[in-house]
């Protein structure tokens, strides 16, 4: 049996997370006008598919925990970056950019932070491009500046970093050497698929 402080702070966690519901949907309506127009205008859409998620309570105060920081709703918002997340899919990498370009571009989204491990790939071979990024909620008395991971990927770097957390992102360093290897192998495989296929692309264009 969960103690009433407890119960007290997931009430006040669940009303706290809507908003972030909401940044996400905004996010989403935005990605869905880009691709719909960029579409119309060059023929081609630069977003394959789009997945989002507002992580559970659990799982924030499992992060918080591990982090080292109390749980209240003041750590949430100042320690976690990916309460709210978003994961877009392009078919190829100068979508990628493109899409990063467009959306950090808007004047009512502000950049954070950008990490590019694309042009600098994880150890373990991991690649994509993560914005933070912060928006306005407008709710019916007060305007809330939202925090929103943005990850972008390839349909190939998705394919890798899917099985891989599937395999192994939860073992941290545990994960065997040579084991390990061959994951930075695979990832080096599809890294040359993005490479060729982007080549087509840009001929056929
Ligand atoms: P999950 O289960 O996807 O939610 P942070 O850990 O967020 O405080 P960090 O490490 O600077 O800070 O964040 P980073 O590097 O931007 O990565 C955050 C998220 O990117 C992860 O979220 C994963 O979704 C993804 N990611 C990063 N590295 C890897 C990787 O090596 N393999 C895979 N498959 N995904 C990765 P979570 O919360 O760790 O996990």
């Known amino acids: 049996r969960l103690e009433e402080p407890v119960i007290e702070l997931?009430?006040?966690?669940?009303?706290?997370?809507?908003v972030y519901k909401f940044a996400v949907e905004e996010l989403l309506t935005k990605l869905r006008i880009l691709s719909e127009e960029f579409d119309f205008v060059h023929r081609h859409d630069p977003i394959e598919h789009v997945t989002?998620?507002?992580?559970?309570?659990?799982?924030?105060t499992a992060k918080l925990r591990r982090?080292?920081?109390?749980?209240?709703?003041?750590?949430?918002?100042?320690?976690?970056?990916?309460?709210?997340?978003?994961?877009?899919?392009?078919?190829?990498v100068s979508d990628v950019y493109r899409v990063a370009e467009m959306l950090s571009g808007q004047h009512d989204v502000e950049l954070l932070l950008s990490?590019?491990?694309?042009?600098?790939?994880?150890?373990?071979?991991?690649?994509?491009?993560h914005l933070i990024?912060?928006?306005p909620v407008f709710l019916s008395s007060r305007v809330e500046h939202v925090k929103v991971e943005v990850q972008?990927?390839?349909?190939?770097?998705d394919?890798?970093?899917?099985?891989?957390?599937?395999?192994?992102?939860?073992?941290?360093?545990?994960?065997?050497?040579?084991?390990?290897?061959?994951?930075?192998?695979t990832a080096r495989i599809a890294a040359q698929l993005d490479e060729r296929m982007q080549a087509l692309h840009s001929r056929l264009r």
């Open 10 to 18: 997931y009430r006040q966690l669940s009303r706290f997370l809507l």
């Open 52 to 60: 989002s998620r507002v992580k559970r309570p659990e799982a924030i």
């Open 67 to 92: 982090k080292g920081f109390d749980v209240s709703l003041d750590t949430i918002a100042e320690h976690l970056d990916d309460i709210a997340g978003v994961r877009v899919i392009c078919p190829f």
């Open 115 to 129: 990490k590019d491990y694309i042009a600098e790939p994880k150890a373990n071979g991991y690649r994509s491009l």
């Open 133 to 135: 990024v912060r928006i």
């Open 152 to 157: 972008l990927r390839t349909i190939a770097m």
């Open 159 to 185: 394919f890798w970093a899917t099985l891989e957390h599937k395999l192994f992102y939860k073992y941290d360093d545990q994960v065997p050497a040579d084991f390990a290897d061959e994951l930075a192998s």
